[in-house]
Structures are given as structure tokens and as C-alpha cells.
Nanobody
Framework: QVQLVESGGGLVQAGGSLRLSCAAS????????LGWFRQAPGKEREFVAA????????YYTDSVKGRFTTSRDNAKNTVYLQMNSLKSEDTAVYYC????????????????????WGQGTQVTVSS
């Protein structure tokens, strides 16, 4: 069982930066692949980024490559999403997710959904 709590969302101007954090409970944090999803109003939830158990591999959707970076600190049971050069189209509720199988995160539409979810944090980018 994993409980996930996101933080760090807020209002930022276009071109600005935010860092989201997701703190997890449990002593098996390093056993899980972690991911980030987002859902904008009126749109389906979409995959944003994922990170492997050790943190050595990361995956991103094309629209955030070069702007977003995900990382994890297994000693702190926390995963991060650094978001730079934010655009208005990045406005959404951002969720972190965890699963033992990476395909449930990176290809959640067909193989997912991930087993564990956070409650979400709002990110609003003003233009």
C-alpha cells in the first residue's frame, strides 16, 4: 500500500518555473515506478513523465521534453517534477502515480491505469 501526497502547485506566469513534489508513505518506495499525469479542464488525463525505481531512467511525453525534469529521492520517499518554461497549455491538475509495472504508467491508456494515485495539485500558467 502506498499513499501519495502532491504539493508545490500554484499560479505562475508563462515562462516561469514550478517544482512539484510527491511524498509517499510506506517502506517500499524504491520498489515502485513513479509517474506524473495531468488533466486539463474538459480533457482526458494524460501521461507527463515517469521515472524508474533507481531513478536512472526517465520518460517524458513529447510536449514537455526539454522543459520538465522528473527525479526521485528514495531516502526521502519523494519524487519531483521540475517544470521550466511553462506555457498556458501546461495548466492542469497534476497527479503523481505509482505502480510496480512501468507500462501501467508510460502507456496507461492501454496498459494502465497505475495502481496508486495522489490527490492532485493545481498548476495554473497565466499568459
Amino acid at each position: 500500500q502506498v499513499q501519495l501526497v502532491e504539493s508545490g502547485g500554484g499560479l505562475v506566469q508563462a515562462g516561469g518555473s514550478l517544482r512539484l513534489s510527491c511524498a509517499a508513505s510506506g517502506r517500499t518506495f524504491s520498489s515502485y515506478v513513479l509517474g506524473w499525469f495531468r488533466q486539463a479542464p474538459g480533457k482526458e488525463r494524460e501521461f507527463v513523465a515517469a521515472i524508474s525505481r533507481s531513478g536512472s531512467s526517465t520518460y517524458y511525453t513529447d510536449s514537455v521534453k526539454g522543459r520538465f525534469t522528473t527525479s526521485r529521492d528514495n531516502a526521502k520517499n519523494t519524487v519531483y517534477l521540475q517544470m521550466n518554461s511553462l506555457k498556458s497549455e501546461d495548466t492542469a491538475v497534476y497527479y503523481c502515480a505509482a505502480d510496480t509495472r512501468i507500462e501501467r504508467i508510460t502507456t496507461a491508456k492501454t496498459m494502465g491505469p497505475p495502481r496508486y494515485w495522489g490527490q492532485g495539485t493545481q498548476v495554473t500558467v497565466s499568459s
